[in-house]
């Protein structure tokens, strides 16, 4: 599918769609004939599959996935039925050192080798154990996530990742852990919620309270199958490497002021995006540099820092190029569903699936990844979160969130004539609806004139 993404100059133009991919329920049905099945879908974290017998399992439409970590050094996946009459074998997460079916009690070992069928005489020796294992799904590990695809003959994950793995790799996203994760029932489609984190063109008009802070016009680029986008400066003149990171100088006449605001404020309303290290090297700028330092220079001072902070706990920054930084952006969509913004120690990831069959509803989470000082992660479990619950989204995603079903409701007004996404700075859009076109044979984006 990688060729086909070819180079995404198409894009570039003005592009419109329509709206069937989002409110149609036979559309829904379709996917998963044609996406899910075919796609690679990360599954969970390697962390959460630490020891021989962790598993998981992982849910996705009518299709159920056992990830466990079968040796010290092998993660397999399964699908997730017994193999007598179908029972779902293995429910959430846990530790086992064989999985028991509740049915009959029938057993079979983490290899996924049925060692038990009561009186398996009465079969009469008809049971091979091929027909009795469970059925294996491709499984492999990058950045951190454990990640599976059904389709035995799928590409390797490392091809299906390009370019986005190439350029998030010197993140070293597979050091991080979760600092927090949540999840929700959502009232829209999957591919609403996952297009409202594969842009920031909304920045003004979502998050207005963002704007005293700084600046948010952007790049974005399609990658084959995947896409990203950056911070722009809109006079090309003031651009700088650190114009492009999500650690920035914010507006303001003082840099020393206004980046100690800048991320203060995302701390306590978005609570991920930034680290406790950054937020408190921030505070400290007015009292280490004299009023007037150019920005240029505090950002230095700030960067240089919070490094040196980070290290002295035992966090020893990724070694990364400014100019791979600034190429690198601040967020990925890798299709179909994962959206990684990234920085030096952190991540903010997100993840949206189809709940059931219906258009109209999906299952939201999000992931915040950091890097801590080693022996210090903290043991973290999913938190379920209704999408209005500020307390425990913060103020920033809530705005998200309630753009999302109201774009699932009014997409089906008969008076709106289809998505006329930017075309400069939402491309990631235009590209992830290209995407989805050619793996379900529908109709893609449309020269809009
Ligand atoms: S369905 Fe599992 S033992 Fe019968
Ligand atoms: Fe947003």
Redesign the pocket.
């Known amino acids: 599918m990688n060729e086909a993404a070819e180079s995404g100059e198409e894009t570039l133009k003005p592009m419109t769609f329509g709206v069937e991919p989002y409110v149609s329920a036979a559309y829904a049905r379709a996917e998963g004939e044609k996406l899910w099945p075919k796609v690679w879908q990360h599954a969970c974290r390697v962390e959460e599959v630490p020891n021989v017998g962790d598993f998981v399992t992982y849910d996705i439409l009518d299709d159920t996935i056992l990830i466990v970590r079968s040796a010290p050094d092998r993660i397999s996946a399964f699908y997730n039925v ?1 193999a ?4 779902r074998l293995m429910d959430g997460c846990g530790h086992a050192t064989r999985f028991h ?1 509740r ?4 057993q079979y070992d983490l290899q996924g080798e049925n060692v038990r069928v009561l009186d398996k005489e009465d079969w009469g020796g008809a049971l091979p154990p091929e027909r009795l294992r469970l059925r294996p799904v491709q499984v492999d590990t990058w950045g951190g996530w454990v990640w599976i695809n059904m389709d035995p003959g799928c590409e390797p994950l490392r091809k299906y990742l390009e370019p986005a793995a190439s350029m998030l790799d010197p993140f070293e996203l597979e050091k991080m852990r979760y600092r927090w994760r949540q999840w929700g029932y959502f009232d829209c489609n999957w591919k609403v919620a996952m297009e409202a984190f594969i842009e920031s063109y909304h920045v003004e008009g979502t998050h207005p309270q963002l704007l005293k802070y700084a600046e948010f016009y952007t790049w974005s680029r399609s990658d084959g199958l995947h896409s990203h986008h950056g911070f722009q400066e809109r006079d090309p003149g003031l651009q700088s490497s650190e114009s492009n990171t999500i650690i920035r100088a914010g507006r303001g006449t003082d840099a020393r002021i206004s980046i100690a605001e800048l991320q203060e404020e995302v701390y306590r309303t978005v609570n991920a995006s930034t680290t406790r290290t950054f937020v408190n090297a921030a505070a400290r700028l007015t009292a280490e540099l004299p009023e007037g330092t150019p920005p240029d220079k505090v950002m230095a001072h700030y960067m240089e820092s919070a490094k040196r902070d980070d290290a002295a706990r035992g966090v020893i920054w990724p070694d990364i190029t400014p100019e791979h930084y600034a190429k690198s952006g601040i967020a990925w969509n890798v299709f179909p569903n994962l959206s990684i913004a990234h920085g030096y120690t952190f991540a903010l990831c997100y993840r949206a699936r189809p709940h059931g069959h219906d258009p109209d509803k999906c299952i939201f989470e999000a992931a915040v990844l950091e890097r801590f000082p080693p022996g210090e992660e903290p043991k973290t479990e999913p938190v379920f979160a209704a999408p209005t619950d500020v307390a425990k989204w913060r103020s920033v995603l809530v705005q998200d969130f309630a753009n999302m079903s109201e774009v699932q409701r009014g997409m089906k007004s008969r008076g709106f004539p289809g998505t006329l996404p930017n075309p400069k700075q939402e491309r990631p859009v235009i590209n992830f609806q290209r995407n989805l076109a050619r793996y379900m044979g529908t109709g893609a984006p449309q020269p809009h004139v």
């Open positions: 017994c007598h009459r179908g029972r079916c049915y009959h009690a029938w």
